[in-house]
């Protein structure tokens, strides 16, 4: 089995991705832009071989020198694999010039462009937002009059809800307009209120061999706009319980209708207060900010190795045994500049420290990370429980009782 992974050292989860490759089996070629030796020692281990791009964010670029180092070589795969978001188009080419199963990209679309994915899941039936693609000023005051307030504004390829905004009326909509002006593309979409959760899955010879369902506390874009909270993402233990059965249905459903080989997927999805779920957007990727390592210690299961196990052999025989809710709580330090100091840490663990199954604080010293950029802010903490309630106090004691302090 060998198989072309691209980008196998980053985002931060990767390395552990390109072992659970080798673990299984595989023989493991890497493609990236940095060179060999930067490679974290985890990820040099795993590969046979490393094939050094100019600019992976280049598609075009980066599918012509691959190609012309695979003929080179003579090198023949049966997979080609990415678990980060802004290849997967790339790896969809690769797999169909090179003949290897998965998914193509007249498919791999639906996962990237956010119009395209909500015009096949409507096609298909699901409940999707109200929505319009719009390219313009024009187009966008026209898309909101005929979806009406309050709307959404986010770029069609967006991540990590940058440029999202929420506009309640006219006034604010010509505000938006401006703010969104570099973004090309837009979807304008009917404001959905409501809880918002994921559904995870590992896919494997066209079947979802295990899923996830994970609530988001506060919603993503609060957590996007308001600093001082310490986000919550908590992956939960039961799946499976009544009130979550409409979404979950709603994301196998999603998986059929995108029709969806192998590999992990990370959907979103918003439960309403009157019972009725509406579809969100869906990445044919892991969900970022370690939600792997969340589903990990909720099963005692090591994912990275079953996904390896799923996209190479279509079968997953990790143990999935539902044993946790796991939180993880991201924190933001009060103050700019350097932290200076970690209050209230250790009385926490002295208490809970049993329940803590991760700690990665930036230490004191360290700069801050800008909080917009990337969820995992300044920290964070992975906490488990058999109970959602007593795992739900264990996060909100540490959003309320650790803090970090920047400054100087
Ligand atoms: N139609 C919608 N109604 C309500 N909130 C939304 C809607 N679309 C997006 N959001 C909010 O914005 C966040 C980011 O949007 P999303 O489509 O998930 O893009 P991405 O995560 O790729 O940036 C969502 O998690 C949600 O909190
Ligand atoms: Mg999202």
Same mark, same amino acid.
């Given at each position: 089995?060998?198989?072309?992974?691209?980008?196998?050292n980053?985002?931060a989860?990767m390395?552990?991705f390109?072992q659970?490759?080798?673990?299984?089996g595989?023989t493991?070629?890497?493609?990236?832009?940095?060179?060999?030796?930067a490679?974290?020692?985890k990820?040099?281990r795993?590969?046979?071989?490393?094939?050094?791009?100019?600019?992976?964010?280049?598609?075009?670029?980066?599918?012509?020198e691959?190609?012309?180092?695979?003929k080179?070589?003579?090198?023949?795969f049966?997979?080609?694999?990415t678990?980060?978001?802004?290849l997967?188009?790339?790896?969809?080419?690769?797999r169909?010039k090179?003949?290897c199963?998965?998914?193509?990209p007249?498919?791999?679309?639906?996962?990237?462009?956010?119009?395209?994915?909500?015009?096949?899941?409507d096609?298909?039936?699901?409940?999707?937002?109200?929505?319009a693609?719009?390219?313009?000023a024009?187009e966008m005051r026209?898309?909101?009059?005929?979806?009406?307030?309050?709307?959404?504004?986010?770029?069609?390829?967006?991540?990590g809800?940058?440029?999202?905004?929420?506009?309640d009326?006219?006034?604010r909509?010509?505000?938006?307009?401006?703010l969104?002006?570099?973004?090309?593309?837009?979807?304008?979409?009917?404001?959905?209120?409501g809880r918002?959760f994921?559904?995870?899955?590992v896919?494997?010879?066209?079947?979802?061999?295990?899923?996830?369902?994970?609530?988001?506390?506060?919603?993503?874009?609060?957590?996007?706009t308001v600093?001082w909270?310490s986000?919550?993402?908590?992956?939960?233990?039961n799946?499976d319980?009544?009130e979550l059965?409409?979404g979950?249905?709603?994301?196998?459903?999603?998986?059929?209708a995108?029709?969806?080989?192998?590999?992990?997927t990370?959907?979103?999805?918003?439960l309403?207060d009157?019972?009725?779920?509406?579809?969100?957007?869906?990445?044919?990727r892991?969900?970022?900010?370690?939600?792997?390592?969340?589903?990990?210690?909720s099963?005692d299961?090591d994912?990275?190795?079953g996904?390896?196990?799923?996209?190479c052999y279509?079968r997953?025989s990790?143990?999935?045994?539902?044993?946790?809710?796991?939180?993880?709580?991201?924190?933001r330090?009060?103050?700019?500049?350097?932290?200076r100091?970690?209050?209230?840490?250790d009385?926490y663990l002295?208490?809970? @420290?049993?329940?803590v #199954?991760?700690?990665?604080? $930036?230490?004191v010293?360290a700069?801050?990370? /800008?909080?917009?950029? !990337?969820? +995992?802010?300044? @920290?964070?903490?992975? #906490?488990?429980?058999?109970? $959602?309630?007593?795992c739900?106090e264990?996060? /909100?004691?540490f959003? !309320?009782d +650790?803090?970090?302090?920047?400054?100087g």
């Open positions: 089995m060998r198989v072309l992974f691209l980008a196998p980053f985002p989860e390395p552990h390109s659970g490759l080798a673990e299984v595989a493991v070629v890497g493609v990236g832009q940095h060179p060999k030796e490679l974290p020692e990820c040099r795993a590969l046979s071989n490393y094939l050094r791009v100019t600019s992976i964010m280049d598609e075009e670029r980066t599918y012509q691959v190609l012309s180092e695979i080179k070589v003579g090198a023949g049966d997979r080609v694999e678990l980060w978001e802004p997967v188009m790339l790896a969809a080419r690769l169909e090179l003949g199963p998965g998914m193509r007249h498919q791999a679309v639906a996962f990237r462009d956010k119009e395209e994915m909500k015009r096949r899941l096609a298909a039936g699901i409940r999707t937002p109200r929505h693609r719009a390219e313009s024009d026209a898309a909101a009059e005929k979806i009406g307030y309050p709307l959404i504004v986010k770029p069609i390829a967006g991540a809800s940058a440029d999202t905004y929420r506009v009326d006219r006034q909509l010509e505000q938006v307009i401006t969104v002006q570099h973004v090309p593309v837009v979807s304008v979409e009917e404001f959905i209120e918002e994921t559904f995870d899955t896919c494997g010879g066209g079947r979802p061999l295990f899923y996830n369902i994970a609530w988001y506390r506060p919603r993503p874009l609060v957590m996007r600093q909270i986000p919550q993402v908590v992956a939960l233990r799946p319980q009544d059965a409409d979950r249905q709603m994301g196998f459903d999603v998986l059929k995108l029709d969806y080989h192998s590999g992990f990370h959907m979103e999805w918003f309403k009157d019972g009725e779920v509406v579809f969100g957007e869906i990445g044919a892991v969900g970022g900010a370690r939600l792997i390592d969340q589903m990990n210690y099963n299961c994912l990275y190795r996904w390896a196990e799923a996209v279509g997953l990790e143990p999935v045994q539902r044993r946790y809710n796991v939180a993880i709580i991201f924190k330090a009060q103050g700019e500049g350097r932290i100091q970690i209050a209230g840490l009385r002295a208490r809970y @420290g049993q329940h #199954v991760t700690l990665d604080l $930036l230490p010293g700069h801050r990370r /800008d909080w917009k950029q !990337t969820l +995992v802010s300044d @920290g964070y903490a992975i #906490v488990r429980h058999p109970h $959602l309630d007593s739900l264990l996060a /909100d004691r959003g !309320t +650790v803090q970090l302090f920047a400054g």
